[in-house]
């Protein structure tokens, strides 16, 4: 029997349920309704599924230095996080630095990451409307908004990122 038919032979056999037991593996734990609801969202480019709340950058550097400046730097620059300012203008170069005013096609997409990953030792804590602050003073870091624009559904989905016209959205709206 070759080596593939024996792996594939022995897989099938810890799968079985014989070898699980009629119950499965009993790996990981059952979660609630009220838990997959948490994290059962999608943001798309044009704004759908984004949630009620709003914030604005003043409201935004205070969350930022709570939440991300030891990974992210005091002013977006990097640290043992990535840079999430600067870079304009470096994307046709041989040095490429693709951040969120650089690269990133759409502001829902950094709401969308933010709200689902960070900060990195306890993501999905923040408030919808802490990630409406935080996304405008990291849209106002990298000169995209004004200090006291206030970003909620509609004004998020509306900001033009400076690469946008460089991406292809394939999603047709219903």
């Known amino acids: 029997m070759s080596m593939h038919k024996l792996v594939l032979v022995a897989s099938m056999a ?14 990981g734990r059952s979660i609630d309704d009220a838990t ?22 003043v409201q935004g550097e205070k969350i930022y ?20 300012v600067g870079g304009q203008g ?7 630095v693709r951040t969120v005013g650089s690269y990133w096609p759409y502001a829902t997409t950094l709401f969308d990451y933010i709200r689902r990953a960070m900060p990195y030792s306890k993501p999905g804590s923040l408030t919808d409307s802490d990630v409406y602050a935080l996304t405008a003073y990291i849209l106002f870091l990298n000169g995209i908004v004004a200090e006291k624009d206030v970003m909620m559904a509609d004004t998020l989905a509306k900001v033009h990122m400076p690469n946008q016209d460089n991406f292809v959205w394939a999603y047709r709206p219903k």
């Open 36 to 57: 997959v609801a948490a994290i059962d969202f999608v943001v798309l480019p044009n704004g759908e599924g984004l949630p009620a709340g709003s914030g604005d950058s």
């Open 90 to 96: 470096t994307l046709a170069s041989d040095s490429p």
């Open 65 to 84: 230095v709570k939440e991300c400046v030891s990974c992210h730097g005091a002013s977006g620059q990097g640290g043992i996080g990535d840079a999430l």
């Open 14 to 27: 810890c799968c079985s349920t014989t070898a699980m037991g009629d119950d499965g593996p009993r790996l």
